[in-house]
């Protein structure tokens, strides 16, 4: 079974710009949760998905939105970049149904200049 | 809010000696916790998890994990490391708060940087 898969691997970006990252999950795995991954801030959780639902959000600006597609593929979108969004971006996929570890992919390095 | 504490930013070890990571967690309810290995350059892989049952876990690669609910901790120990262990290792836990709804929401620790030298 292939596993998470993640588009691009790199992006280099200018301030001000915006950026769409992909993730698509396991097969059959209908929640999709997005981390951002930054050496002083460590893992945080941006937002999860589910059945094309935003079924939770962390404490990031509004900048940051994300959606669901009806194959459970998700994208992740960062509007008016800054410095500060350099970042390692992480999807996970969980099966759904009970307490499920998260499964995750290697990530998009996100490069604001 | 929940949180959790890994008490060591990095743990270098020689290889074949044993290691322990330590975590704590905040939370005095029912927890499900979670460790997870990061190697340069790619996502987290998950090492072993406590959902419930017996508190002493094990998980790949050699690893194992006691849970302690008393001392809201879940240490992570191998008991002879190799050269390729040498990663950062998350322990992780969720939130009781949100897991009814949402399974994606995970609290990490800050890391700890495992350095096997030989």
């Known amino acids: 079974k292939a596993g998470v898969t993640q588009t691009p691997r790199y992006l280099i970006k200018t301030r001000g710009q915006q950026v769409t990252l992909s993730c698509s999950p396991i097969s059959g795995h209908r929640s999709v949760s997005w981390y951002q991954q930054t050496p002083g801030q460590g893992l945080q959780f941006l937002f999860e998905?589910?059945?094309?639902?935003?079924?939770n959000k962390g404490n990031f600006p509004g900048r940051f939105s994300g959606r669901q597609f009806s194959n459970s593929r998700s994208e992740m979108n960062v509007s008016t970049l800054e410095l500060g969004d350099s970042a390692l971006y992480l999807c996970a996929s969980t099966p759904t149904g009970g307490p499920s570890p998260l499964h995750f992919g290697n990530g998009t390095r996100l490069t604001v200049t | 809010a929940q949180s959790v504490t890994q008490l060591d930013s990095q743990v270098p070890v020689f290889e074949e000696a044993p290691v322990e990571l330590r975590c704590n967690y905040s939370?005095?309810?029912?927890?499900?916790l979670f460790w997870y290995v990061q190697y340069p350059n790619q996502g987290l892989q998950l090492l072993l998890k406590?959902?419930?049952?017996?508190?002493l876990v094990k998980g790949i690669n050699g690893f194992e994990a006691e849970f302690n609910k008393s001392q809201t901790s879940f240490h992570l120990r191998k008991p002879s490391v190799h050269i390729s262990d040498t990663a950062e290792y998350f322990c992780a836990v969720s939130d009781p708060m949100n897991y009814g709804g949402s399974q994606g929401n995970l609290i990490f620790g800050k890391g700890t940087k495992l350095s096997v030298k030989p």
């Open positions: 406590y959902l419930s049952g017996s508190t």
């Open positions: 998905y589910f059945s094309e639902t935003q079924r």
């Open positions: 939370s005095s309810v029912s927890v499900y």
